[in-house]
């Protein structure tokens, strides 16, 4: 019986299943084994054990597992989504980063110049911020405006362009072709610059 | 592998959601398979190993690159599965009742015309049977024989994954195996 057995010889059995066993200590366990065979029993048994953990081992995850986890992570942040879409297109990239500079100048080159200028054309009156189109006047071309309103009274024969403005179009004045608030586009395209410029340099961080 | 993976890791570092996807794919067998050994319970399982995938991503900026990402991740599952254990002490003697009953109800749930093959009959029983008397030990025990036998971890390894000393595993592996020895025997 194991009893009379030196719980050593057990140790060293486990010492040897884990691959622990010095060469001295492997011929110890060996000797006894072949001569007692109680022990010889016990570590058939704990053999035996051991292939029955390993070949019991290759549970598998359920079929749709990975899929299932990858739904219950937390919504990935959005500036990572738009940086692997920069990786993913560099010259777009490349070309959107120099159209918002390039937006982004003209922008400012726009704001330092803060004067009322108008397009050459004669006959024009200037009153404080108000470019007005007296009646008997007839304006050949397109009547550039910027920073100012403009009243037309008369007539112009062509676009009227008013850049950071506003027509006062008091009542019978005639424009042949279009009447253009750049103000308000370039406010809405301002804003978006300034939404996608926002995205764009929190990703560097 | 250890490369590709390595790679991976830095991607999802960055944040790069979708990279997860192959780590997950990578381990999720393996980490199933620890969640399985000490819950014994398919349901179960599924539910914390999903849950360690997540933690591992919520937390993947706390995972130091210059180690072993499996030692860190199986200690999750591990972790994980411990705090179920406890959570279910309240119920224990009602578990303790139906304890084993998961593998034998899947096998009864299987239609007669649907039999399976001898062979894979004997291999689902015993199966289940060896999970059974895992199961029958106490958690600590389950741990580590999850463990040793999942890939052949190293005892240093499984003292990483666990956090205790490699004396401790030692002992618990020589005792695990004892008694799934004498419960086993007969089989
Ligand atoms: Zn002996």
Redo the contacts between chains.
């Keep these: 019986m194991l009893v009379n057995c030196d719980k050593e010889i057990v140790r060293l059995m486990h010492e040897y299943l884990d691959g622990h066993l010095a060469k001295t200590e492997e011929n110890k366990l060996r000797s006894h084994l072949q001569s007692c065979e109680a022990c010889q029993k016990h570590f058939h048994e704990l053999k035996r054990t051991v292939a029955m953990l390993k070949s019991s081992s290759d549970i598998q995850a359920p079929v749709n597992f990975t899929a299932n986890v990858m739904e219950g992570l937390p919504q990935e942040k959005k500036r990572v989504g738009y940086m692997r879409w920069f990786k993913a297109h560099p010259i777009i990239t490349a070309a959107a980063i120099f159209f918002l500079f390039m937006m982004s100048g003209i922008f400012s080159a726009w704001n330092q110049d803060s004067q009322l200028s108008v397009s050459k054309q004669k006959n024009l009156v200037i009153q404080d911020d108000t470019v007005i189109v007296p009646e008997d006047v007839v304006v050949d071309g397109d009547l550039i405006v910027k920073n100012g309103d403009v009243k037309i009274e008369g007539e112009v024969k062509g676009d009227v362009v008013i850049i950071n403005g506003e027509p006062l179009l008091a009542s019978a004045g005639q424009v042949s072709g279009d009447l253009k608030e750049v103000n308000q586009v370039f406010d809405w395209i301002w804003y978006h610059i300034k939404e996608v410029t926002e995205n764009v340099f929190s990703i560097g961080k | 592998m250890d490369m590709m993976i390595k790679q991976k890791i830095k991607q999802v570092k ?5 990279a ?2 192959d780590v ?2 990578f381990y ?2 393996k ?3 620890i969640c ?2 000490m819950l014994g319970n ?1 349901h179960e399982a ?1 539910d914390i ?2 849950e360690a ?2 933690r591992a ?2 937390n993947i900026h706390t995972f130091d690159e210059r180690r072993k990402f499996s030692t860190w991740l199986y200690r999750i599952a591990t972790n994980l599965s411990i705090d179920r254990i406890r959570k279910k002490k309240p119920d224990y003697f009602l578990d303790a009742e139906v304890k084993g009953t998961d593998g034998l109800d899947m096998y009864s749930q299987l239609p007669a015309e649907q039999a399976l093959p001898e062979e894979e009959v004997e ?1 689902l029983e ?2 289940s049977y ?2 059974q008397e895992i199961m029958a030990l106490p958690p600590k025990y389950r741990g580590v ?1 999850a463990l ?3 890939d ?1 971890l190293s ?1 240093l390894e499984i003292s990483e994954i666990l956090d205790i000393p490699m004396g401790t595993v ?1 002992t618990r ?2 005792r695990g ?2 008694a ?2 004498k419960r ?2 007969h ?1």
Excluded at chain 2, 14 to 18: E, S
């Design positions: 960055k944040g790069d959601q979708a997860f996807e997950v794919s999720q067998n980490v199933y398979q399985y050994r398919t599924e190993a999903q995938f997540i991503y919520v291999s015993l199966q060896i999970q024989i040793r036998y999942l052949e005892l030692k592996i020589h195996r004892e799934l020895r086993l025997r089989v």
